[in-house]
């Protein structure tokens, strides 16, 4: 049901029960493309790419019985625009196992703009060894790539202007869950 | 993830020369970002690109062995070019001034001077000379940022939060540019100092300031370290030979009996108190300031401090240089 928040929260786009089912959707496009669960690992870039990371898992225990590790992948000190603002504390990274040999690691992230986050979660986790195969799942895909990266397993595909804003709201970080968009041309 | 999160820190300053250019918040975050610069240094790929293209001159005009190397494999493990110059084999030797020195390797377009010498307040001075963002690796008796950072990473890792923790600081207070450093960064974190030494070895001054900051003053070690405050850590000071003159203490014995942590006292403290943690800023007088069953002891963080130093030394570097100039969006 779309609702209005308040005055300046724009429009929600996602509702916590569109929510739920989109990530439902996602947990089992993962399976399917990996068929199964083994040597999935899932990573999420802080901060609500490590909620949606650990939501994903627990969709997939349940659907297959088997605990996928899960772990956050920093990107701080991997992004490309360092000096173009003020530096940011780091969040933490911890990747399961210590490793990412050999295995299937799907990235998680709230939402795909430039795909600069993307590249620096590349090099990043180029630095914890050599993956298998790297995936991407997202909440919402805005469009406005800037580097040629495309995401696995999209939630919602959003079409938004450059002067629209994209709000994604998880439990555990906010106080409600929902993603809305704002500002822009009307 | 361009759209949510992205909080901005509070303004790091443009040169880090004293604890007192920083506040609660600011160290903080300098002591956060050095948790996730330990990762760095527990990985096996030890080189993260944040300061690719950026070059850190350690310009040290003193004698050291970690601060100098921990700087040196800090900025080498954030990829910047890192050069060491020493005083002795620079131009100062053939009678070049500080100033033209600092003004020569500055005009070469470096990013940071990191910098020690003898004279207090010579980072200062030179902050005001260059265009590179300088960083006090030690000044005289003035200044050690970076050693109460590490210090007070090293203490948090170990006892917690130092908010209402008992930090007891020993020696030589009139030569210890790292007790300066911690009174002020140990205070602003909310922990309780007492700083222990002989008469002689206090600096003039002293009462005035710690009354001002909220630090005590003590003579006499076994009656802080039995006291009814309780000791959550301890550190011990070096006694600094090469800046006395003689006269402060009779003999090194003496000094030993009382303001040393010798084993039957280092015994009686871990009896008291099992929990509590010795420090020690390094180079150690093993016998003098500290006993080796000291700096041996299960208790010792002494090369937890080393370890610490390097990522504490990133996260000071990365604040500093990594962000845009000026500190502005």
Known sequence: MPREDSPGEGRVVLSDADIARVLKRIAHEILEANKGASDLVLLGIPSRGVLLAQRLAAIIAEVEGTAVPTGALDITMYRDDLRKQPTRTPMPTSIPGGTVDARVVVLVDDVLYSGRTVRAALDALGDYGRPRAVRLAVLVDRGHRELPIRADHVGKNLPTSHSEKVRVRLLGHDDHESVTIAGGEP | ?329
Not at chain 2, 34 to 51: F, N, S
Not at chain 2, 138 to 166: F, N, S, V
Not at chain 2, 248 to 276: C, I, M, N, S, W
Request: charged letters at 20%.
């Open chain 2, 1 to 329: 993830m361009s759209d949510s999160t992205a909080s901005a820190t509070a303004t790091m300053p443009r040169h880090l020369l004293s604890i007192a250019d920083l506040d609660a918040d600011l160290i903080r975050t300098l002591l956060d970002t050095a948790t996730q610069m330990q990762d760095v240094q527990r990985r096996e790929v030890k080189k993260i690109p944040t300061l690719r293209g950026r070059t850190v001159i350690n310009l040290f005009f003193e004698d050291s062995t970690r601060t100098r190397s921990s700087f040196e494999i800090a900025g080498k493990w954030m990829s910047a070019d890192t050069i060491n110059i020493t005083g002795k084999g620079s131009s100062t030797s053939k009678g070049e001034s500080l100033r033209d020195t600092v003004m020569t390797i500055d005009a070469m377009g470096v990013d940071a001077l990191v910098m020690r010498h003898s004279a207090s307040g010579a980072a200062h001075q030179v902050a005001g000379w260059v265009d590179a963002h300088v960083i006090n690796a030690g000044d005289g008796t003035h200044e050690h940022p970076t050693q109460a950072l590490l210090d007070a990473y090293t203490m948090e890792q170990r006892i917690g939060g130092l908010a209402g923790k008992h930090v007891v600081i020993v020696g030589d207070l009139t030569h210890s540019r790292v007790f300066r450093s911690n009174v002020l960064s140990l205070r602003m974190l909310g922990a309780d100092v007492t700083v222990v030494a002989p008469v002689t070895l206090m600096p003039s001054g002293i009462r005035a300031w710690s009354e001002a900051d909220g630090f005590a003053l003590s003579n006499d070690l076994d009656l802080i370290l039995t006291g009814d405050r309780g000791v959550d850590a301890l550190m011990m000071l070096r006694v600094q030979k090469e800046r006395m003159s003689g006269g402060y203490f009779p003999t090194a014995r003496e000094y030993t009996v009382g303001y040393g942590l010798t084993r039957p006292r280092l015994q009686r403290l871990v009896a008291d108190h099992p929990k509590v943690v010795i420090c020690h800023p390094g180079p150690m007088n093993r016998g003098l300031e500290i006993s080796a069953d000291a700096a041996d002891a299960a208790q010792s963080l002494i090369l937890d401090q080393v370890a610490a130093g390097v990522a504490v030394r990133m996260s000071v570097l990365y604040h500093l240089l990594a962000g845009a100039e000026g500190g502005a969006a």
